[in-house]
């Protein structure tokens, strides 16, 4: 038996992994239509979308894809431009889900949107959501009010006509579905500073579904600390920071940041800083990063000396070059 074999990172694994994928892709015979669209498959749920547009475009094009296949070729290779997040490969789509052969298609109309989105028409996109959640039986309901709340959010940062979609969508919902809308609702009502109406947000939530309750429970975090539950708040927060299991990287860290704040609301402030700064060093790349420092920042005097605790701190967090 190999003895001390050398151990490869997870993220190494990864790594290896996605560049075996674009390899074995780069190299499948162009004529084989069946090896294309299993190729734009992988490449598609791989989130490899210019690896994915090539070969879906190049199934597009082979002789021997069966005329039925190309309005599903199509639909792949505009939603691997949407995704790519370019405004010029969001117009090629928009230009290729207006061809006949695909206009027809349940979920030509959702891309459609998506690409109107993608090359900022947010009130065209609007329209082209709505449309598709007044059908009951339409496709992808659920990212189509997520994804027309963040539009109108942008459009109108008031929120209402973001609430007034998402609590439309999730009276009529699924119990996943209506769980996950309850909680964006109840996280834009914290953002707005409503926090009555948050809170009469999160008695509606009743729908208990075992994936959303972390979720839940940093949204809880969040509104008692609104509340002025410091020492309630830290115990959440304090929790959800110490088992990160079933939480969204950016909830992972917020709680972070939430059990700075309560610290620092508790007159704990040194507490507050050692552990934001603890975490800050750990996760150098985090993407709440920049809040984490404008915190630091707004907890500082005004003439801060250059042997304030905050100062002293962070001098030794940063690393020397």
Do not use: C
């Amino acid at each position: 038996m190999m003895r001390n074999a050398p151990r490869i990172p997870p993220i190494m694994n990864w790594r290896l992994a996605t560049l075996s994928l674009i390899f074995q892709i780069s190299v499948l015979p162009a004529q084989d239509a069946e090896s294309l669209r299993l190729a734009g498959d992988e490449a598609l749920a791989a989130g490899l979308w210019e690896i994915a547009a090539i070969r879906y475009g190049d199934l597009l094009t082979n002789p021997e894809l069966p005329s039925d296949e190309k309005p599903a070729a199509a639909l792949r290779l505009a939603e691997s431009w949407i995704r790519s997040g370019q405004p010029d490969l969001a117009r090629r789509a928009l230009d290729l889900l207006e061809e006949s052969f695909v206009a027809g298609l349940p979920e030509t109309r959702f891309w459609k949107a998506q690409a109107l989105a993608g090359i900022n028409r947010f009130g065209d996109a609007i329209e082209e959501f709505g449309a598709l959640l007044a059908a009951p039986d339409g496709i992808h309901r659920a990212e189509s009010a997520r994804t027309r709340a963040n539009l109108q959010l942008a459009l109108e940062p008031d929120g209402e006509d973001a609430l007034a979609t998402l609590s439309e969508f999730a009276a009529n919902a699924t119990p996943s579905e209506e769980s996950a809308t309850r909680h964006q609702i109840i996280a834009l009502l914290l953002d707005r500073g409503n926090v009555a109406d948050a809170r009469e947000a999160m008695t509606q939530a009743t729908t208990q579904v075992p994936e959303f309750s972390k979720r839940a429970a940093f949204l809880e975090g969040r509104l008692l600390l609104a509340e002025g539950e410091s020492a309630l708040a830290a115990d959440v927060f304090g929790s959800l920071l110490a088992n990160g299991e079933g939480q969204s990287l950016m909830d992972h860290h917020g709680a972070a940041l939430g059990l700075a704040d309560a610290r620092w609301a508790m007159v704990e402030r040194d507490l507050a800083v050692e552990g934001l700064l603890a975490f800050m060093g750990t996760h150098p790349d985090s993407p709440l990063l920049g809040p984490m420092f404008d915190r630091l920042a707004n907890w500082l005097p005004e003439s801060p000396g250059p042997d304030d605790p905050i100062m002293v701190r962070l001098e030794s967090w940063i690393p020397e070059h």
